[in-house]
């Protein structure tokens, strides 16, 4: 599996389209589809590949690897979090972080566990 493949697993899964990512890119969809879809499979240049990063919710190393990164002390739960939480504006990471908050408070696991803390 190569940039490519990842960054087409992530659009299925983000319920998004190559339109909107060159939309976001300022790019017209043929530019990344020539990227895609060239003989080479290109990897755009980085500071495209780190903005296709972001906007897929993921990372360069992952979109370029296939590796997540890896944050001592962090579950799979509350990764799975912190990707919903990146997921909203403003307002709604901080009411998120005020429930966690509230949460924590009710249901300890000490500091090392901490889901405020991993976030």
Do not use: C
Request: charged content about 25%.
């Amino acid at each position: 599996m190569d940039f490519w493949d990842r960054v087409d697993m992530l659009i299925k899964l983000e319920k998004t389209s190559y339109a909107y990512i060159a939309q976001k890119l300022g790019k017209r969809e043929s530019t990344i589809s020539g990227w895609h879809r060239g003989i080479k499979r290109k990897i755009p240049e980085a500071h495209f590949a780190v903005s296709i990063a972001k906007i897929l919710h993921t990372t360069v190393e992952y979109l370029v690897t296939g590796e997540e990164v890896i944050v001592p002390g962090l579950s799979p739960e509350a990764l799975e979090i912190a990707r919903a939480a990146d997921k909203l504006n403003a307002e709604g990471k901080r009411i998120i972080l005020f429930q966690t908050k509230t949460l924590e408070q009710m249901y300890p696991l000490g500091i090392s566990e901490s889901v405020i803390t991993a976030i």
